[in-house]
C-alpha cells in the first residue's frame, strides 16, 4: 500500500537560511510526488511536482525537490527562507490510479 | 477563473443538527474530491466524483455523512445528525485527472464546529 512518510512535525528555521523538508514515500512503481504548501486559513497550494524525467524539480516561490529512488525520497529544499514562508507543508503521493496520499505535514516557523 | 469556491467558510451548529458544504469546482474540471484535516488524522480523502458521478467513497466515515454533484459546478456535503467530533476543517478539490496525472486545486475550506 501506498503511504508518505514526512518525519519532522515541527521545524524552526531563521529567515535566510536554508530549508529542508523531507518526505519519503512507500509505493511499488514509479510514483507521482507532490509538494503542497498551506498558509493559516487557507487551503493548499500546489508548489511543484514530479512525474518522470529529470529528478530535480522546481517549483513556485524558490523551492526545489529532488527525487531520490534508492531512498525513496522527495525532500523539498529552498536556499533563503523568507519569513513568508512560514507554514504547513505537504508532501503527497499520487499512483495514477487513485487518489493523492498525503503525509501528516511538517509547520515551519521562521524567525527573524 | 475565481478557483474552487466552498461555502460556507465557518460554520457553527448544534450537536444533532443538519450540516450541508457547497462547493463550485474550476470550471472545466472533471473531477471532484472532499477532504476532512484534523489535527489528529491530518488530511483524509472522504469521496470524489468524476463527471458529477462517486467514484470512491471508502473514506466517507459513516452514513450521517453523504455528498452529491447534481451537476458539473455543484457539490455538497452534508452531515446529519451531526456529532462534535464531525468539527474539522472540510475542503473541496477539484481537477482535470486523477491522482498522478493531475494537480488537484483546492478551496479554502469551511471550518465546521459542532457543539
Known amino acids: 500500500a501506498q503511504s508518505v512518510t514526512q518525519p519532522d512535525i515541527h521545524i524552526t528555521v531563521s529567515e535566510g537560511a536554508s530549508l529542508e523538508l523531507r518526505c519519503n514515500y512507500s509505493?511499488?512503481?514509479?510514483?507521482?510526488l507532490f509538494w503542497y504548501v498551506q498558509s493559516p486559513g487557507q487551503g493548499l497550494q500546489l508548489l511543484l511536482k514530479y512525474f518522470s524525467g529529470d529528478t530535480l524539480v522546481q517549483g513556485i516561490k524558490g523551492f526545489e525537490a529532488e527525487f531520490k529512488r534508492s531512498q525513496s525520497s522527495f525532500n523539498l529544499r529552498k536556499p533563503s527562507v523568507h519569513w513568508s514562508d512560514a507554514a504547513e507543508y505537504f508532501c503527497?503521493?499520487?499512483?495514477?490510479?487513485?487518489?493523492?496520499?498525503f503525509g501528516t505535514g511538517t509547520r515551519l516557523t521562521v524567525i527573524p | 477563473d475565481a478557483g474552487v469556491i466552498q461555502s460556507p467558510r465557518h460554520e457553527v451548529t448544534e450537536m444533532g443538527q443538519e450540516v450541508t458544504l457547497r462547493c463550485k469546482p474550476i470550471s472545466g474540471h472533471d473531477y471532484l474530491f472532499w477532504y476532512r484535516q484534523t489535527m489528529m488524522r491530518g488530511l483524509e480523502l472522504l469521496i470524489y466524483?468524476?463527471?458529477?458521478?462517486?467514484?470512491?467513497d471508502s473514506g466517507m466515515p459513516e452514513d450521517r455523512f453523504s455528498a452529491k454533484m447534481p451537476n458539473a459546478s455543484f457539490s455538497t456535503l452534508k452531515i446529519q445528525p451531526s456529532e462534535p467530533r464531525d468539527s474539522a476543517v472540510y475542503f473541496c478539490a477539484s481537477s482535470f485527472y486523477i491522482g498522478g496525472l493531475s494537480e488537484q486545486y483546492f478551496g479554502p475550506g469551511t471550518r465546521l464546529t459542532v457543539t
Open positions: 466524483f468524476n463527471n458529477n458521478v462517486p467514484i470512491d
Open positions: 509505493y511499488g512503481a514509479t510514483p507521482y
Open positions: 503527497a503521493v499520487g499512483t495514477g490510479a487513485n487518489n493523492l496520499f
